[in-house]
Protein backbone atom coordinates (compact mmCIF):
# COMPACT_ATOMS: atom_id res chain seq x y z
CA UNK A 1 0.00 0.00 0.00
CA UNK A 2 1.14 3.48 -0.77
CA UNK A 3 2.17 5.78 1.77
CA UNK A 4 -0.94 7.76 3.50
CA UNK A 5 -1.73 11.03 2.74
CA UNK A 6 -4.59 13.49 4.48
CA UNK A 7 -6.42 15.62 2.13
CA UNK A 8 -7.19 18.74 3.80
CA UNK A 9 -9.81 21.62 2.27
CA UNK A 10 -10.53 25.03 4.23
CA UNK A 11 -13.75 26.07 3.17
CA UNK A 12 -14.27 29.74 2.15
CA UNK A 13 -17.30 31.79 1.27
CA UNK A 14 -18.40 29.97 -2.29
CA UNK A 15 -20.92 27.17 -1.68
CA UNK A 16 -20.46 25.82 -4.81
CA UNK A 17 -17.02 26.24 -4.58
CA UNK A 18 -16.68 23.61 -2.39
CA UNK A 19 -18.54 21.55 -4.03
CA UNK A 20 -16.62 21.55 -6.74
CA UNK A 21 -13.49 20.76 -4.82
CA UNK A 22 -14.87 17.42 -3.09
CA UNK A 23 -16.93 15.85 -5.39
CA UNK A 24 -13.90 15.80 -7.80
CA UNK A 25 -11.32 15.21 -5.54
CA UNK A 26 -13.78 12.06 -4.28
CA UNK A 27 -14.02 11.35 -8.19
CA UNK A 28 -11.12 11.65 -9.02
CA UNK A 29 -8.48 10.72 -6.65
CA UNK A 30 -7.57 6.73 -7.58
CA UNK A 31 -4.34 6.93 -4.59
CA UNK A 32 -5.11 4.10 -2.56
CA UNK A 33 -4.88 5.21 0.58
CA UNK A 34 -5.91 8.82 1.26
CA UNK A 35 -8.73 10.72 3.13
CA UNK A 36 -10.38 13.78 3.36
CA UNK A 37 -10.90 16.20 6.47
CA UNK A 38 -12.62 19.47 5.89
CA UNK A 39 -12.96 21.91 8.11
CA UNK A 40 -15.99 24.32 8.15
CA UNK A 41 -16.62 27.88 9.22
CA UNK A 42 -19.70 28.00 8.25
CA UNK A 43 -21.41 31.66 9.63
CA UNK A 44 -25.26 31.68 8.23
CA UNK A 45 -26.96 33.49 5.41
CA UNK A 46 -24.94 33.53 2.43
CA UNK A 47 -23.56 30.49 2.56
CA UNK A 48 -26.42 28.24 0.86
CA UNK A 49 -26.86 25.15 2.44
CA UNK A 50 -23.07 24.14 2.82
CA UNK A 51 -22.63 22.91 6.77
CA UNK A 52 -25.81 20.72 5.62
CA UNK A 53 -24.18 19.49 2.64
CA UNK A 54 -20.90 18.54 4.65
CA UNK A 55 -22.48 17.17 7.20
CA UNK A 56 -24.11 14.54 4.83
CA UNK A 57 -21.01 14.04 3.24
CA UNK A 58 -19.08 13.28 6.69
CA UNK A 59 -22.24 10.68 8.05
CA UNK A 60 -21.47 9.03 4.60
CA UNK A 61 -17.65 8.61 5.51
CA UNK A 62 -16.83 10.02 2.55
CA UNK A 63 -14.95 13.22 4.46
CA UNK A 64 -14.23 13.52 8.18
CA UNK A 65 -15.62 17.14 9.29
CA UNK A 66 -14.10 19.54 11.47
CA UNK A 67 -16.56 22.71 12.35
CA UNK A 68 -15.06 25.59 13.12
CA UNK A 69 -17.51 27.76 15.61
CA UNK A 70 -15.44 30.45 17.13
CA UNK A 71 -16.22 33.41 17.18
CA UNK A 72 -14.17 36.03 14.43
CA UNK A 73 -11.93 38.25 15.47
CA UNK A 74 -11.14 41.59 14.15
CA UNK A 75 -7.80 43.02 13.40
CA UNK A 76 -6.15 43.02 16.34
CA UNK A 77 -2.56 45.05 17.18
CA UNK A 78 0.02 42.75 19.05
CA UNK A 79 3.15 43.82 21.41
CA UNK A 80 5.76 44.18 19.07
CA UNK A 81 3.42 46.37 16.94
CA UNK A 82 2.67 44.34 14.43
CA UNK A 83 -1.20 43.64 13.33
CA UNK A 84 -3.34 39.81 12.97
CA UNK A 85 -5.79 38.59 12.41
CA UNK A 86 -6.59 34.84 13.81
CA UNK A 87 -9.99 33.82 12.12
CA UNK A 88 -10.71 32.21 9.06
CA UNK A 89 -8.69 30.57 6.84
CA UNK A 90 -5.34 30.70 9.01
CA UNK A 91 -8.10 29.27 11.67
CA UNK A 92 -9.22 26.29 9.82
CA UNK A 93 -5.87 25.11 8.36
CA UNK A 94 -4.58 25.09 12.06
CA UNK A 95 -7.59 23.01 13.11
CA UNK A 96 -7.03 20.88 9.54
CA UNK A 97 -2.95 20.47 10.54
CA UNK A 98 -3.59 19.73 14.05
CA UNK A 99 -5.80 17.06 12.97
CA UNK A 100 -3.78 15.12 10.56
CA UNK A 101 -2.11 12.38 11.66
CA UNK A 102 0.07 11.30 8.27
CA UNK A 103 3.37 12.03 7.55
CA UNK A 104 2.34 14.22 4.44
CA UNK A 105 -0.40 16.15 3.66
CA UNK A 106 -2.15 18.04 0.64
CA UNK A 107 -3.96 21.37 1.29
CA UNK A 108 -6.46 22.28 -1.34
CA UNK A 109 -8.30 25.12 -1.46
CA UNK A 110 -11.69 25.21 -2.17
CA UNK A 111 -12.65 26.38 -5.85
CA UNK A 112 -9.86 23.70 -7.43
CA UNK A 113 -11.34 21.13 -9.56
CA UNK A 114 -9.21 17.89 -9.70
CA UNK A 115 -9.33 16.89 -13.32
CA UNK A 116 -6.83 13.60 -13.78
CA UNK A 117 -6.88 10.37 -11.45
CA UNK A 118 -3.32 10.74 -10.97
CA UNK A 119 -2.21 13.65 -9.52
CA UNK A 120 -1.96 12.54 -6.00
CA UNK A 121 0.06 10.13 -7.34
CA UNK A 122 2.17 12.60 -9.20
CA UNK A 123 3.06 14.62 -6.38
CA UNK A 124 3.96 11.54 -3.89
CA UNK A 125 6.21 10.39 -6.87
CA UNK A 126 8.57 13.37 -6.15
CA UNK A 127 9.61 12.13 -2.47
CA UNK A 128 10.61 8.61 -4.42
CA UNK A 129 13.77 10.81 -5.46
CA UNK A 130 13.57 14.13 -3.52
CA UNK A 131 13.28 12.93 0.03
CA UNK A 132 14.43 16.20 1.60
CA UNK A 133 11.06 17.96 0.05
CA UNK A 134 9.68 20.87 2.76
CA UNK A 135 6.57 21.36 0.86
CA UNK A 136 5.67 21.66 -3.15
CA UNK A 137 3.40 23.59 -4.01
CA UNK A 138 1.42 25.36 -6.85
CA UNK A 139 1.11 29.38 -6.56
CA UNK A 140 2.14 31.79 -9.02
CA UNK A 141 5.02 33.84 -7.49
CA UNK A 142 3.95 37.28 -7.79
CA UNK A 143 3.77 39.73 -5.63
CA UNK A 144 1.44 42.64 -5.57
CA UNK A 145 0.38 46.34 -4.44
CA UNK A 146 -3.26 46.23 -3.38
CA UNK A 147 -5.31 49.71 -2.92
CA UNK A 148 -3.63 50.55 -0.03
CA UNK A 149 -0.72 48.02 0.90
CA UNK A 150 1.85 45.65 -0.98
CA UNK A 151 0.65 42.18 -0.75
CA UNK A 152 3.32 39.27 -1.51
CA UNK A 153 1.56 36.05 -2.09
CA UNK A 154 2.01 33.20 0.24
CA UNK A 155 -1.64 31.18 0.31
CA UNK A 156 -0.72 28.19 -1.19
CA UNK A 157 -3.83 26.99 -3.65
CA UNK A 158 -2.33 23.44 -3.52
CA UNK A 159 0.63 22.47 -1.31
CA UNK A 160 2.21 19.07 -0.73
CA UNK A 161 3.46 19.38 2.98
CA UNK A 162 5.83 17.52 4.91
CA UNK A 163 4.11 17.32 8.10
CA UNK A 164 7.05 15.92 10.18
CA UNK A 165 8.71 19.00 9.49
CA UNK A 166 5.51 21.20 10.52
CA UNK A 167 5.79 19.57 13.17
CA UNK A 168 8.83 20.67 14.36
CA UNK A 169 8.80 24.01 12.97
CA UNK A 170 5.86 25.53 13.32
CA UNK A 171 3.97 27.56 16.44
CA UNK A 172 0.63 28.29 16.53
CA UNK A 173 0.64 31.58 14.50
CA UNK A 174 2.08 29.84 11.08
CA UNK A 175 -1.48 30.48 9.42
CA UNK A 176 -2.30 33.44 10.75
CA UNK A 177 -3.00 36.78 8.59
CA UNK A 178 -1.00 39.77 9.90
CA UNK A 179 -0.01 43.20 8.85
CA UNK A 180 3.56 44.88 8.62
CA UNK A 181 5.06 48.54 8.02
CA UNK A 182 6.81 48.40 4.61
CA UNK A 183 9.78 49.97 6.42
CA UNK A 184 9.90 46.26 9.03
CA UNK A 185 9.52 44.07 6.29
CA UNK A 186 13.01 42.36 5.67
CA UNK A 187 12.22 40.92 2.36
CA UNK A 188 11.64 44.27 0.49
CA UNK A 189 13.42 42.64 -3.02
CA UNK A 190 10.38 40.80 -3.16
CA UNK A 191 8.51 44.28 -4.65
CA UNK A 192 11.70 45.28 -6.68
CA UNK A 193 9.91 46.77 -9.96
CA UNK A 194 6.76 47.17 -8.67
CA UNK A 195 3.87 50.10 -8.94
CA UNK A 196 3.33 51.91 -5.80
CA UNK A 197 -0.35 51.52 -4.47
CA UNK A 198 -2.64 54.02 -5.89
CA UNK A 199 -4.48 54.92 -2.57
CA UNK A 200 -1.62 54.85 0.12
CA UNK A 201 -2.55 53.89 3.61
CA UNK A 202 -2.14 57.12 5.20
CA UNK A 203 -0.91 56.29 8.23
CA UNK A 204 1.81 54.53 5.65
CA UNK A 205 2.35 51.20 3.44
CA UNK A 206 1.60 48.33 4.88
CA UNK A 207 2.87 44.90 3.74
CA UNK A 208 -0.18 42.36 3.72
CA UNK A 209 0.97 38.91 4.76
CA UNK A 210 -1.55 36.06 3.91
CA UNK A 211 -2.03 33.12 5.57
CA UNK A 212 0.52 30.90 5.25
CA UNK A 213 3.23 33.62 5.32
CA UNK A 214 5.24 32.24 8.51
CA UNK A 215 5.70 28.46 7.33
CA UNK A 216 6.81 29.95 3.72
CA UNK A 217 8.89 32.16 5.28
CA UNK A 218 10.42 29.46 7.75
CA UNK A 219 10.27 26.89 4.95
CA UNK A 220 12.33 28.85 2.61
CA UNK A 221 14.78 31.42 4.41
CA UNK A 222 15.15 29.99 7.54
CA UNK A 223 15.06 27.02 6.55
CA UNK A 224 16.66 25.09 9.64
CA UNK A 225 16.36 21.69 8.06
CA UNK A 226 17.75 22.34 4.96
CA UNK A 227 14.54 20.99 3.14
CA UNK A 228 13.60 21.97 -0.38
CA UNK A 229 10.74 23.81 -1.50
CA UNK A 230 9.61 23.33 -5.07
CA UNK A 231 7.01 26.20 -6.63
CA UNK A 232 5.19 24.47 -9.40
CA UNK A 233 4.33 27.83 -11.68
CA UNK A 234 8.30 28.94 -11.43
CA UNK A 235 9.53 25.34 -13.10
CA UNK A 236 6.97 25.23 -15.82
CA UNK A 237 9.92 22.90 -17.91
CA UNK A 238 10.41 20.47 -15.46
CA UNK A 239 6.77 20.38 -13.96
CA UNK A 240 3.97 20.40 -16.44
CA UNK A 241 0.86 19.49 -14.89
CA UNK A 242 -0.92 22.72 -15.34
CA UNK A 243 -3.73 20.31 -17.22
CA UNK A 244 -4.35 18.45 -14.04
CA UNK A 245 -6.54 21.04 -12.30
CA UNK A 246 -9.03 24.15 -12.64
CA UNK A 247 -8.55 26.72 -10.79
CA UNK A 248 -11.97 29.00 -10.00
CA UNK A 249 -9.95 30.47 -6.68
CA UNK A 250 -11.11 34.15 -7.07
CA UNK A 251 -14.56 33.37 -6.77
CA UNK A 252 -14.32 32.92 -3.00
CA UNK A 253 -12.98 36.68 -2.59
CA UNK A 254 -15.62 38.10 -4.38
CA UNK A 255 -18.91 36.48 -3.96
CA UNK A 256 -19.97 39.26 -1.98
CA UNK A 257 -20.36 40.96 -4.78
CA UNK A 258 -23.05 38.29 -6.94
CA UNK A 259 -24.16 40.67 -9.69
CA UNK A 260 -20.51 41.66 -10.81
CA UNK A 261 -19.66 39.82 -13.66
CA UNK A 262 -16.87 37.51 -12.84
CA UNK A 263 -18.86 35.87 -10.48
CA UNK A 264 -21.28 35.10 -12.77
CA UNK A 265 -19.25 34.08 -15.01
CA UNK A 266 -17.48 31.89 -12.40
CA UNK A 267 -21.32 30.24 -10.82
CA UNK A 268 -21.82 29.61 -14.49
CA UNK A 269 -18.73 27.82 -14.86
CA UNK A 270 -18.35 25.88 -11.63
CA UNK A 271 -22.14 25.04 -11.75
CA UNK A 272 -21.68 23.71 -15.49
CA UNK A 273 -18.86 21.25 -14.27
CA UNK A 274 -20.47 19.84 -11.23
CA UNK A 275 -23.49 18.69 -13.56
CA UNK A 276 -20.84 16.93 -15.97
CA UNK A 277 -18.95 15.42 -12.78
CA UNK A 278 -22.86 14.61 -11.45
CA UNK A 279 -23.78 12.92 -15.33
CA UNK A 280 -26.83 15.10 -15.18
CA UNK A 281 -28.16 17.26 -18.12
Known sequence: MSKPVSILIPTRRAFEAIELT????????????????????????????RNKYLKQLAKSGAIKLIENTKDGEVWKQQPDGTWSNKYGHGENLKMLLSACQTDYAVLLSSGIELVTTTWVDELMALLKTKSDIGAARYRPA?????????APV????????????????????????????????????????????????????????????????????????????????????????????????????????????????????????????????
Open 154 to 281: WWPNLMLLNMNLYRKITDDSDWDLARVPYEDFPYKQLFDGQRAPKNPDPEGMMVFLDTGYNLWRKLTYDNPEGFRMINFDTNPTTYQWRDRYNFFIGLDRNSHRPEHSFVKSQRFTIQERLRKLRCQN
Open 22 to 49: IESTLAKTWYDNFRIIVCDNSRGEGEGN
Open 142 to 150: RNNFETSWV
